[in-house]
């Protein structure tokens, strides 16, 4: 079993460039299936992620390739297997392949959703979306058997913008018959990146993001298309708050103000510095950080995926800050491992004060409360899922001493050979 050992207390300093977005690469990819024509997505990211959807792609039906220089292509003449059970690595993503080989064959069987430990996910979302077009589903023991002789568009209002459903619904309607209007809808920019590719092939799609509602009418045909997959904002926060909290200067080739807005206004109340230019964002560390309140959610507001790295930079933060999450119910398991290195961070059940989300009364412990500054000591800690584990390596990169870090297949996931590109910025940072 491979593990990180991580000396910390180096400000990180230079360049780094920020890779194709995981999540969009894989919707993307699953996208191809709507066609029989070849497809060619470039800036693909090299991270296990990709390999996982190759995997279920080509257990589908498709001829895949993915070259060094980050480009994928891909064909799939015909669907040979339908049965995404049998794949050995389970995630989130076969559940969104139900749209593309319902069209194409009229039915499919899809594992119960996996993926990282960070909550529930609404599977029912995607499950009442897909009735309400027609489907049929039987919810079985370890898998969703899912058939339908035709999808038809449909009204489809979700209680909460869920940018799974979204995605899930939009490669189902852009081949149904008739028009689908999904309100609610998540608005983030990768779901924007996957309509733009969709409708490169032929979909007609229309959206209001200031209404989150999104108009598809559905064609007869998708042809292969040309696309390229948008920069990684999660990788770019991640070598911003790495930069912040070891007291670097790190420039970050790719990041973009328009995607990190909510984070660069953070950044900004906790008294980080920062310059926008032309190819991406300069972060220079402060001397001492400033305790601020936060609360994830939807696009455009503070993402769930953010939270985590930049928990350890109000570690350094003067007084208490608190972090509201409002997205996933079960998101600070990581918190313990920081305490054990010297953090001061409690979680609790209950909403901030002043505010009420979806998991007020529900007993889930979805509120931290960070006391700073604390100084954290290196020690050994095994991750759980990919943003947590971020936030473990860049604890043990402020950290005094040695941390030893093991369950690296969750950075691998989301991050294209991580510690490679933090050596290069002078971390000390060995695989073994």
């Known amino acids: 079993m491979e593990k990180l050992r991580i000396r910390g207390g180096r400000p990180l300093k230079g360049e780094a460039e920020v890779r194709g977005s995981k999540n969009m690469a894989s919707k993307m990819m699953i996208a191809s299936l709507l ?8 800036n693909i990211p090299l991270s296990a992620e990709t390999d996982i959807t190759r995997e279920l792609c080509e257990h589908i039906g498709s001829r895949v390739a993915v070259g060094k220089e980050r480009i994928c292509r891909l064909v799939t003449p015909s669907i040979r297997n339908t049965r995404l059970t049998e794949l050995t690595r389970k995630n989130r993503i076969p559940i969104l392949a139900l749209g593309p080989l319902l069209h194409r064959q009229g039915y499919a069987e899809v594992p119960v959703p996996g993926g990282c430990p960070i909550g529930h996910r609404p599977i029912n979302f995607h499950v009442e979306a897909l009735k309400s077009m027609g489907a049929q589903v039987e919810r079985r023991p370890e898998s969703y058997f899912v058939q339908a002789k035709e ?46 590719m969709l409708k490169s092939m032929g979909a007609d799609i229309e959206h209001d993001e200031k209404r989150r509602l999104i108009e598809i009418n559905g064609v007869e045909k998708l042809h292969g298309v040309e696309a390229r997959v948008m920069p990684d904002r999660n990788e770019a926060v991640s070598f911003a708050v790495a930069a912040l909290a070891t007291g670097g200067d790190v420039f970050v080739h790719g990041a973009r103000e328009q995607d990190l807005i909510s984070f660069l206004e953070k950044i900004k109340e906790a008294g980080g510095l920062y310059e926008v230019q032309a190819d991406g964002i300069r972060f220079s560390g402060s001397g001492s950080y400033r305790a601020l309140n936060l609360e994830t959610s939807p696009h455009p507001g503070f993402m769930t995926d953010w939270q985590q790295p930049f928990s350890v930079l109000l570690t350094r933060g003067r007084g208490e800050s608190i972090i509201h999450e409002t997205i996933y119910e079960d998101r600070f398991g990581y918190t313990r491992d920081l305490n054990r290195m010297g953090a001061k961070i409690s979680v609790l059940t209950d909403c901030p004060s002043g505010f009420v989300c979806r998991f007020h009364g529900q007993g889930s412990g979805h509120t931290a409360v960070i006391a700073g500054p604390a100084k954290l000591q290196g020690t050994e800690i095994v991750m759980t899922d990919i943003r947590a584990g971020m936030a473990h390596m860049i604890a043990a990169l402020v950290a005094e001493g040695e941390s030893v870090i093991s369950g690296v297949e969750h950075v691998d996931r989301g991050y294209e050979k991580i510690d490679e590109r933090l050596r290069e910025l002078g971390a000390d940072i060995k695989r073994v």
């Open 35 to 42: 066609t029989d024509e070849p497809c060619v997505i470039e």
């Open 151 to 196: 999808i038809h568009g449909a009204d489809i209002d979700f209680p909460f913008p869920s940018v799974g459903a979204t995605e899930n619904v939009m490669l189902a309607a852009v081949l149904a018959h008739g028009k689908t209007v999904i309100r609610n809808a998540a608005i983030e920019p990768e779901i924007f990146g996957l309509a733009g």
